[in-house]
């Protein structure tokens, strides 16, 4: 897609010193073979055939507008976004979205979006800033093929490109490091350093700023800069930086209703999910709010359910779980048509209800079909048990839909989670969720997911022993921050499992409502941002408290 330019075009250094919600987009090298069959990853790896500044070279390439006359393929590039004005994230998205439809783009990774003080002019709103990881196909030649153009881009006409997304999406600089609704700046190009008047890379402001260096760490923490005398990793560079007064946070969107969750700040609430199974096999509450086929969407049905969620909300539920297919241990499947039938009719109620203006639909659904139903009808999280294993479709789907998607571990099935090999650990629970959790999150990502869209699930209850559901509750906080997971929201589901049964001898699910409360407590002091219940009263008036005392 070509962008017209209608602005003259102007110093890319002032983009960083004037705040925004900001994202990276890497454009890539590291996708394309080198000559001698290796492949490219590294930002500090020197390109042979580039005619540019290398570690610290101070010849511009010829001529001054940066073009190159070589062939070059893929060449990566790190992206910043950033937005202070209106709907922040939305801006964001949809300046993603207009990066990855030219054809000179592929969008490879993104980072959270984090959220940081303006700087420099103060009296204006806080900033988002997060990375993204893009493909850049750039030949430096334009080579015709039958009904094919390949283009290529140098750095500057990539600027060019950039620009024209900003003035398409209607930037104003109003006052010099002020507000503006959308900010997209090049911080880093292959591995050179370009000194040009109205573009210079890596960008020379990059490494004093925390919401740069933290989301680019989040992609490549241990690249260093092409820069004469500077060893440093961008992690090392980080780590050297003043402590903040005010720590910032990334942004998970949740609802338009409702503000995004901020996993890093420490006095965030606990939001309670509530479950509204509508199926008749559900472990706990089966049956109980699914009528007869025939009276699935009749008046007395629907003024049933809508007493349910209108009680849950007034509870102070903020997130309502609509699930149509049971995931107990063995439960049967039912037709993707015959669960959509069960979900689809609740999710249109909940939206019509002015009492649910303000909360959150999420559907319980590893189904890719159910979920794009659901979420045409109003849901705005997928929630996967299976973190896109059991349909190769979903997680596709949901980059399609562009909506929030939670991820949670499980092995096997429903059926074969609970066999032995599903549940042996033997380098243990904590690392092995971890390190399984960071491949869901890749294939998400490879998908089209943004990483700000991703909430993950530890999976108690499911391909866990008693004991290992117990040392999850008991070491969340340290699978929180196992690496390359740390600024991820959770949502933590124990309510009414059967490892609480057997601790507390209740054999019915639905007496288990203390034993839920005190796992309920731990989840929120080892950092949950969501917790999914049936005993709604109850577990808000235990998050209020847990909040009161950890989150103070």
């Known amino acids: 897609m070509e962008t017209s330019l209608h602005k003259q075009p102007y110093s890319h250094t002032r983009d960083l010193r004037e705040p925004s919600f900001k994202g990276m987009v890497l454009l890539s090298q590291s996708q394309s073979q080198s000559q001698n069959g290796r492949s490219h990853s590294s930002i500090h790896q020197p390109h042979s055939e580039v005619t540019s500044i290398a570690r610290g070279s101070v010849t511009e390439p010829a001529p001054q507008d940066g073009r190159r006359s070589k062939a070059q393929g893929m060449h990566r590039a790190y992206i910043a976004l950033g937005s202070n004005v209106g709907d922040r994230i939305d801006m964001v998205e949809r300046a993603c979205n207009e990066m990855a439809h030219l054809p000179e783009i592929n969008i490879l990774r993104t980072s959270g979006l984090w959220e940081t003080k303006a700087m420099y002019v103060e009296n204006q709103n ?24 390949e283009t290529t881009l140098s750095p500057t006409e990539l600027l060019d490109k950039l620009q024209g997304i900003e003035t398409m999406l209607g930037r104003l600089k109003t006052i010099d490091k002020g507000p503006r609704n959308i900010d997209l700046d090049i911080l880093l190009y292959d591995d050179e350093n370009i000194n ?85 096999d559900s472990f706990s509450d089966g049956g109980l709010h699914l009528p007869s086929a025939s009276a699935l969407s009749s008046p007395s049905h629907l003024a049933a359910l809508k007493a349910t969620i209108l009680a849950h909300i007034a509870a102070g539920a903020t997130i309502l779980d609509v699930g149509g297919q049971s995931s107990r241990p063995n439960a049967p ?23 649910a203006a303000g909360v959150a639909v999420s559907v319980d659904t590893y189904r890719a079909s159910v979920a794009a139903a659901a979420v045409n009808a109003g849901a705005d999280i997928v929630n996967d048990i299976s973190a896109g294993l059991l349909d190769p479709d979903m997680l596709p789907t949901v980059a399609r839909l562009g909506c929030t998607v939670c991820l949670m571990h499980m092995r096997g099935t429903p059926a074969t989670m609970t066999s032995r090999e599903n549940c042996t650990y033997p380098h243990g629970v904590i690392p092995t969720v971890a390190s399984e959790l960071l491949s869901r999150i890749a294939v998400a990502e490879a998908a089209g997911v943004r990483r700000w869209r991703i909430i993950l699930d530890p999976g108690i209850g499911f391909a866990k022993t008693q004991s290992q559901n117990l040392e999850l509750l008991r070491r969340f906080g340290e699978l929180r921050n196992s690496e390359g997971l740390r600024g991820l929201p959770w949502l933590v589901g124990t309510s009414r499992k059967g490892f609480i049964g057997r601790v507390t001898g209740e054999a019915e699910a639905r007496d288990r409502t203390w034993g839920t409360a005190v796992t309920v407590a731990a989840a929120v002091q080892g950092g949950a941002d969501v917790v999914r219940v049936h005993d709604v009263a109850e577990m808000v008036k235990v998050c209020k408290m847990g909040d009161a005392i950890w989150r103070a």
């Open 126 to 149: 806080n900033f988002v800033n997060g990375a993204c990881e893009v493909s850049h196909l750039v030949n430096h030649t334009i080579s015709l093929v039958i009904g094919t153009i």
């Open 196 to 280: 040009l008047n109205r573009l210079k890379v890596p960008h020379p402001l990059m490494l004093e700023r925390e919401f740069v260096l933290r989301p680019l760490c989040e992609l490549i923490p241990q690249a260093s800069l092409p820069t004469p005398h500077d060893p440093l990793s961008l992690h090392d560079h980080l780590s050297r930086l003043p402590r903040a007064t005010s720590p910032i946070s990334t942004l998970t969107p949740i609802a338009p209703s409702l503000p995004p969750l901020s996993a890093l700040n420490a006095q965030r609430r606990t939001h309670v999910m509530s479950i509204l199974n509508l199926t008749p």
């Open 333 to 355: 499947d039912v037709s993707a048509d015959k669960e959509a039938a069960r979900v689809v009719p609740v999710v249109r109620l909940i939206r019509s209800l002015p009492e």
